[in-house]
């Protein structure tokens, strides 16, 4: 069972997360293990007081170290997580982050709040990370879109295993368009290719597209992608604004 346990002030804050979807299911079948757990009952006095003023003056308040350490602590009784702190400087997250974090058995998210949090907490900290060039009111947020996009990744999570190895920047690239019924809506019709019954045929269709979405909305992607020498021939034919019937007729 892969486990998170997400440090925070605001721990209602995941409980419609944890009853939703997928992630529902992965905890339903013992897949998943989440803990949110508030700041607060680590706190020691009668306030239960997690925050504190900025030492040298300035605006805003941090939160205390003595309750991260302690929660920490009892933690990692049981089991010593990967610890990860929400940070707008930290390691961009992306796909490949996400799945390195699926292969650990044991994530701890540090949600910051108010200007972030005492600087000793980086002790324990294994990895900064951020979401976004942005600044949220709260780490919460950004613990969301973690999980969310580790769990998925776990085996046994997504019934469907081929669907994650289609997903957009699974392989480096943007994903291609999908349709389903009826055939013809509002005069647009669904792509002749697709509905032809040809797989070959769909499958270089699709890595198409991937190659010209990635061409024209990401392009940057494709100096890191993992391409074969019929997507580099592809993708100088896209480049040429040649359609993809000329490239299956050559």
Sequence with gaps: MKRFSVLTIFPEFFEGFKNTGIVSRAI???????????????????????????????????????????AYEEISKKSKPYVLITEPWGRKFDQKFAQELSEKDHIMIICGRYEGVDERVKSIVDEEVSIGDFVLSGGEPAALVIMDAVIRLIPGVVGDEDSLRVDSFSDGLLGYPNYTRPAVYKGMEVPEVLRSGNHQLIAKWRRWKQLENTYKKRPELLEKANLSEEDKKMLDMIKKNIEFEKFINK
């Design 28 to 70: 339903k079948n013992n897949i998943v293990q989440l803990d949110a757990i508030n700041l607060r009952d680590y706190a020691t006095d009668k306030h239960k007081t997690v925050d504190d003023v900025v030492y040298g003056g300035g605006p805003g308040m941090l939160l205390k170290p003595e309750p991260i350490f302690r």
